[in-house]
């Protein structure tokens, strides 16, 4: 029963990431239409993304305390319902102020994830949780098609009100799904030093041992990854159509269906990578973070040679820009597991939240340092130029703590055997 449990648990977290990720992506497609009706310009139009960024950026920090100290499964569900509240409000607001105000409002939401990596940590042990990340993963691009294919169909037929009643509704939906499908799991269950035990304990958040998290150098080294492994993400999110139109000479239809075949393939790539750092991680405990440093450096190597191919030879760019997307696509579900290999159960969403207030971070400067790059010189050479180097920055950061990580995990198992015995003398007594 609990193994077809985490399946279903599974199964509704990945609805739950395709879902939200098509309605954070759906501004974007429907960009055209939203600023005919409210009659604003590019500027104020970027502002919607902005604010959703900065409320975001707020809220990771607050998030990962609360999932630390109460019951994951419930805020989850209340961050679903927050989603599908918000977007519903977006569909409903009369005025571009009111418009802002409640698409910036859907940052709240959107910073929740690390209660649901730290829940799943919970039910799958650290041999098979890459799989799984990478799995969950597989759901962020996907949901960048959804969001394509909602805009374009319902928004084209119905208008793009109509795109966010029905993302709010997916939203209020699966928020159900959530509060009275999926269980919350005592923290550390699935450690394996743990295993087969009645009572192991109710570990919550404590502020010395989240203090304890920055006295761990193979984190720090993470965190500094992670700035810098959002720069090349974020720089082709937002400017890979419009090079491949203005510099390549592609016209909507062949841009469209370049970007759709290597999203497709960077979901492939998301699973294909959190498997490697499993198999890998059998093998040693530097596996995860061997497989995260080829994985940057092949896509760093795919992407400058994709962008050395001359306008007009079609078929090689396709090949390499769509390798890049696999391979760099290998990370980061290694990233994840990787923190949660060292760190305690009852901080890790506290730890996956500094880590991603850290790259959203990371995500706000990238597009605006593309775009600084690209006025002086092309868009090309932005590309490159933080695609590449960011991705030799972090085979050097993934090096190192490659080296040193071994000594933090080896300190997470003795804490886990230490709590293990623990328990048995309790139960013993009792």
Known sequence: MRSRHRWFVVTVFFLFMLLHNADKL????????????????????????????????????????????FARSKLLAL???????????????????????????TGIDDASYSGLYSLV?????????????????????????????????????????????????????????????????PRGQAEPELAGLETIGNYRFDFQTAKGLFRKPTLWLLFGQGFFGVFPWNVLAYWAFRYLEVERGYDTGQATLTMAIAVIVLAAGSFVGGALGDWAFKRTRRGRLIVGTTG?????????????????????????????????????ANTPATVHDITEP??????????????????????LLAGLIAVRSSLSDAIVLIGVGAWVVCAILYGVAAYLVPKDIEHLRQLMQERASEARQLQTSA
């Open 296 to 332: 940057v450096l092949v896509g760093a190597a795919f992407l400058w040679l994709a962008m050395s191919v001359p306008v007009g030879s079609e078929g090689p760019f396709t090949i390499l820009w769509v390798l890049t997307a696999f391979f760099m696509a290998i990370p980061p």
């Open 346 to 367: 009852e901080v890790r969403s506290t730890a996956l939240s500094i880590q991603y207030f850290i790259e959203n971070v990371g995500a706000a400067t990238a597009p």
């Open 79 to 105: 961050a679903s319902f927050i989603w599908g509240s918000t977007t519903w409000l977006s569909a409903l607001a009369p005025t571009f102020p009111l418009f802002i105000a409640s698409r910036a409002a």
């Open 26 to 69: 759906l501004v974007g497609p429907l960009t055209t239409p939203i600023m005919a009706t409210f009659g604003i310009n590019e500027a104020q139009m970027g502002a919607v993304v902005t604010g959703a960024l900065l409320v975001a950026s707020v809220f990771y920090l607050v998030w990962g305390y609360l999932f630390d100290r």
């Open 121 to 185: 940590s919970d039910y799958f042990g650290p041999r098979m949780r890459g799989r799984v990340y990478g799995l969950l993963q597989v759901a962020v691009p996907l949901g960048f098609l959804l969001g394509l294919v909602l805009a374009s169909t319902i928004g084209a037929a119905m208008g793009w009100r109509s795109v966010f009643y029905v993302a709010g509704a997916a939203g209020i939906v699966i928020a159900f799904l959530i509060f009275f499908g999926v269980r919350e799991v």
